[in-house]
Each structure stands twice: as structure tokens, then as C-alpha cells.
């Protein structure tokens, strides 16, 4: 079930709003379940009419969500840090209600902050861990006793304390690790993406290339024919005869559509001529890593012993520089101080060794 939104290059995280709502409707149903079964069959003292008006305040946003944001398929940032926010209080008046966070359904405040950190921003995210801390710090002063046998069930306040500190440490790190996991893998989808367009403008330019030589050869033989024509109708035509200007411009032209179709069908792997094209190795090495450069890392280029000849000229094309910047990004991300770059080559090979500490 997709929860955020799949379109990275957004900087508005969304919520998929049927997700959610479906998510909410869960919640009602267990907690509806869960009042039924400690009032009715448990026959435990429960302020009923309270918690069931909780509850139904649930249902009532639900609802009100489907029918506000009808045909939507993705919420806002704003929205959905609401609606979370939303749940997350209402989760804390039911326990409120039910022991505080002596009641074992005290481990659901993890949900709100969990989805935020998955699919919101750092900012939203953060607010809700506050509110979480708030919720779970107020629950452990004022509450109402756990429904149990008797007057209800008191835990000491050290271990009230206890439960307090394990809450708040697993809201942070809960929100800290789903929010480097979703951080992680948007931005291998984002890597991911950016090598696919790259690939598809280097196929869409071989295809063009293709068409190009395929339409200087169709076209050749015509346009061949054409000059033909053009120079006999000027031998034929007198030096002050009005149309040998018209012959002169015609059989031009054609001459220039055979030069522009030769151009287009030569081969792409040849000098275009702007800057850049071809590249040092180790300039090539600096531009693949230049996206992911760390102040704290250094990336140091050496050039090995032995090598044969001038130091190469590469072709700068996107599939390299994607290709060899998650390899250094790779490099960057587990060295302590410095990445080494090592670069060899002789007449038929280029070798680049990459090196953390």
C-alpha cells in the first residue's frame, strides 16, 4: 500500500489521502472493539459515554475528510500534519481516559509520528514528535485509573516513570529512523530517475542519429538528381537569360541539403565542437563528484605509476557521470576523513580505483 507520494522532485511531501482514511477506519474499529470488550464482556468500570464520544469524533473527521477532499488523490504538507496531529490527540484523550500511558495501547502514539517522519517533512515531522512528548508527558500526570477489578489498577510512579522514558525515547528514535530510511530511499528513487532521463536522451539522440543517416541515404540519390538537372539547365541556359539566377539558386540549395544531411548522418562520437566535450580523467573524477561533495571529506585524485602516454580524454556523457557519482558517493558516504581516487591508463584501458579510509 503506497503511502507517500511517488513523485520525488516535489519539495511538498503529500499523504495519500485514501490511505490514510483507510488507516483511520482501522483505528475506529479497534478501539470501538476494544471499549466494547472492556465494558461488556470484561465488565471492567469504564467512563463509556467519554471514550465513545472520542471515538466517534474519529469517525466524524473521516468522514469529513472523504467528503472535503472528494476526487483527491494526495493531501497537502499543512493537511496532512492536521490530520495526524488530529489522531494523535484523539489517541491521547482515549488514553487519558483508560490509565494513561499504564494502558498497554500506549505503544499507538508511535503510529502518527511514524507516518509524519515516512512522508512529511523534517519540519511537520518535528512538531509532531513534540506534540507526542507533550501527549505522553501529560497522560503520565493526569489520567484517569485503568479499567481493572476493583477500584482500578495503580502502578507505582517508578514505574510510571520508567514507561514515560521508554515512550519518549522510541517516539525520537522511531521518527529519527523511518525519517533516514524514507530520506534514503527517495533519494535512490531520485538517482534512479535521473539515470533513466539521462538514458532515454542518450537513446532519443541514437535515434535521431539513425534517422539522420538513414535520410541522407534516401534522400542522396534525388537530390543528386536535382544538381544533375540544375547544372545541365544552366549550360542550356544563356548568361543573360532571366532564369539562370533561378538555376543558380536551385541547384545551391540542393548542393546545401546534401551538406546539412551529411552533417546530420556523421558520427556522433566526433569533436561538436563545444567546450567540454572531452574532458581530463581526473576533471571527469571532479565533476562526477561535485554533487556529492562533503566539507568534511576530502577527495583526493592521484595518478598512478607506470602510465603510458598523456592522460586520457574522456567523453563527458551522462551515463559516466551518473554511473562513477554513486560509486564516489558510495566512497564519501563510509570514509571517516578522505577518499582516494587512483587513476591509471595505458593505450587500451582506463582505470579508476576508488578508496575510502
Wanted: hydrophobic share 50%.
Amino acid at each position: 500500500m503506497q503511502l507517500f507520494e511517488p513523485s520525488l522532485g516535489s519539495p511538498d511531501a503529500r499523504l495519500r489521502l485514501r490511505t490514510l482514511i483507510l488507516i483511520r477506519w482501522i483505528a475506529i474499529l479497534g478501539q470501538a472493539a476494544a471499549l466494547i470488550a472492556v465494558a461488556g464482556f470484561l465488565d471492567f468500570p469504564l467512563p463509556v459515554v467519554p471514550a465513545a464520544a472520542a471515538v466517534l469524533a474519529s469517525a466524524a473527521v473521516n468522514l469529513a475528510a472523504s467528503i472535503a477532499h472528494r476526487g483527491r488523490t494526495w493531501l497537502s504538507e499543512r493537511q496532512g500534519a492536521a490530520y495526524l496531529g488530529f489522531d494523535l490527540l484523539q489517541l491521547s484523550v482515549l488514553l487519558g481516559l483508560t490509565g494513561g500511558i499504564a494502558n498497554p495501547f500506549a505503544l499507538l502514539l508511535l503510529a502518527p509520528v511514524a507516518v509524519s517522519a515516512a512522508s512529511l517533512s523534517p519540519r511537520s515531522t518535528a512538531l509532531l514528535v513534540a506534540l507526542s512528548v507533550a501527549a505522553v508527558s501529560a497522560l503520565a500526570a493526569w489520567h484517569l485509573p485503568l479499567p481493572w477489578y476493583g477500584e482500578g489498577l495503580t502502578l507505582p510512579p517508578l514505574y510510571r516513570g520508567g514507561v514515560w522514558l521508554a515512550l519518549v525515547l522510541s517516539v525520537v528514535f522511531t521518527a529519527l529512523y523511518v525519517y533516514s530510511l524514507a530520506r534514503q530511499s527517495r533519494q535512490l528513487a531520485e538517482a534512479y530517475a535521473a539515470t533513466q532521463s539521462a538514458l532515454a536522451r542518450e537513446q532519443r539522440l541514437s535515434a535521431l542519429g539513425s534517422l539522420a543517416a538513414v535520410a541522407a541515404h534516401e534522400l542522396g540519390s534525388p537530390l543528386a538528381t536535382i544538381s544533375l538537372v540544375s547544372k545541365e539547365l544552366e549550360r542550356a541556359v544563356a548568361e543573360d537569360d532571366p532564369l539562370r539566377e533561378d538555376i543558380e539558386l536551385l541547384r545551391g540549395e540542393a548542393e546545401r541539403c546534401r551538406q546539412i544531411l551529411a552533417e546530420l548522418a556523421a558520427d556522433p562520437k566526433q569533436d561538436s565542437g563545444a567546450p567540454y566535450d572531452r574532458v581530463p580523467l581526473a576533471t571527469l573524477v571532479e565533476m562526477a563528484a561535485a554533487p556529492h561533495r562533503r566539507e568534511d571529506i576530502e577527495l583526493e585524485i592521484r595518478r598512478g605509476e607506470g602510465n603510458q602516454g598523456p592522460e586520457p580524454q574522456v567523453w563527458r556523457s551522462p551515463e559516466l557521470l551518473h554511473g562513477l557519482g554513486t560509486l564516489v558517493q558510495n566512497a564519501l558516504q563510509f570514509a571517516e576523513r578522505r577518499v582516494t581516487a587512483t587513476l591509471a591508463w595505458d593505450p587500451g584501458e582506463v582505470r579508476i580505483t576508488l578508496a575510502d579510509d
